[in-house]
């Protein structure tokens, strides 16, 4: 009697396979899934440093309104710019500053004795980059939710008489980097219920 060996198909692996690759691959893109976002003023600055570089070339009582424009800082031109009446300046100082001109940066004193002819150019560019960075399905299902912020900024205040540049301040941020996180135990329904008045 002859004895029948049973053919056992083997079982197909290959679209397990596929199916645990596909979801591994979904997984690790899902990071990229996050939103991002930036907010930028409009400059040819690329860095804190180029900010100070370009504006450590106006010395006061040398430089004009003109050179300030050829370097690409004309109001008519450059959103960053913010033009300020004689009004405008005084309120960028202390009350203690104007009460005594004489103890003042001759720059200062010399804006409040020209009364109206000083005015002066508020400069800010801000550039900042958002990035959220937990996992995307706590994220997704508003469980925890952790943003990354990071970029620079710089503010300068030039003031003139007439036409002629007679004081400059700088300052800024030239590292930003900040970590706002959420946490929400109970995810999509921690704001269930709640009513708005």
Same mark, same amino acid.
């Given at each position: 009697?002859?004895?029948?060996?049973?053919?056992?198909? /083997?079982?197909?692996?290959?679209?397990?396979?596929?199916?645990?690759?596909?979801?591994?691959?979904?997984? @690790?893109?899902?990071?990229?899934?996050?939103p991002t976002s930036k907010?930028?003023?409009?400059? @040819?600055?690329?860095? *804190?440093?180029?900010?100070?570089?370009?504006?450590?070339?106006?010395? %006061? *009582?040398?430089?004009?309104?003109?050179? &300030?424009?050829?370097?690409?800082?004309?109001?008519?031109? #450059? /959103?960053? &710019? !913010?033009?300020?009446?004689?009004?405008? &300046?005084?309120?960028?100082? @202390? %009350?203690?500053?104007?009460?005594? %001109?004489?103890?003042? +940066?001759?720059?200062?004193?010399?804006?409040?004795?020209? =009364?109206?002819?000083?005015s002066g150019y508020a400069?800010?560019?801000?550039?900042?980059?958002?990035?959220?960075?937990?996992?995307?399905?706590?994220?997704?299902?508003?469980?925890?939710?952790? !943003?990354?912020?990071?970029?620079?900024?710089?503010?300068?205040?030039?003031?003139?008489?007439?036409?002629?540049?007679v004081y400059e301040l700088?300052?800024?941020?030239?590292?930003?980097?900040?970590?706002?996180?959420?946490? #929400? %135990?109970?995810?999509?329904?921690? =704001?269930? =219920?709640?009513? +708005? *008045?």
């Amino acid at each position: 009697m002859a004895l029948h060996t049973a053919h056992v198909r /083997p079982v197909r692996a290959a679209p397990l396979q596929r199916a645990a690759l596909l979801g591994l691959l979904l997984l @690790s893109a899902c990071s990229s899934l996050l939103p991002t976002s930036k907010t930028e003023v409009a400059s @040819s600055w690329a860095s *804190y440093n180029d900010a100070v570089v370009s504006l450590a070339t106006f010395a %006061p *009582y040398q430089a004009t309104r003109q050179d &300030v424009h050829s370097q690409g800082l004309d109001p008519h031109v #450059n /959103p960053v &710019v !913010t033009v300020l009446h004689f009004a405008d &300046v005084l309120k960028r100082f @202390s %009350p203690a500053m104007l009460i005594k %001109p004489d103890e003042v +940066d001759r720059g200062i004193a010399d804006c409040l004795h020209a =009364g109206k002819r000083c005015s002066g150019y508020a400069i800010s560019v801000k550039k900042l980059h958002r990035k959220r960075v937990s996992n995307f399905w706590l994220d997704s299902l508003n469980f925890k939710r952790e !943003t990354v912020t990071t970029g620079w900024s710089v503010e300068a205040l030039l003031v003139f008489v007439d036409d002629q540049l007679v004081y400059e301040l700088l300052g800024g941020q030239p590292t930003i980097q900040e970590i706002e996180a959420h946490s #929400n %135990p109970l995810g999509p329904l921690q =704001g269930w =219920g709640k009513l +708005d *008045y």
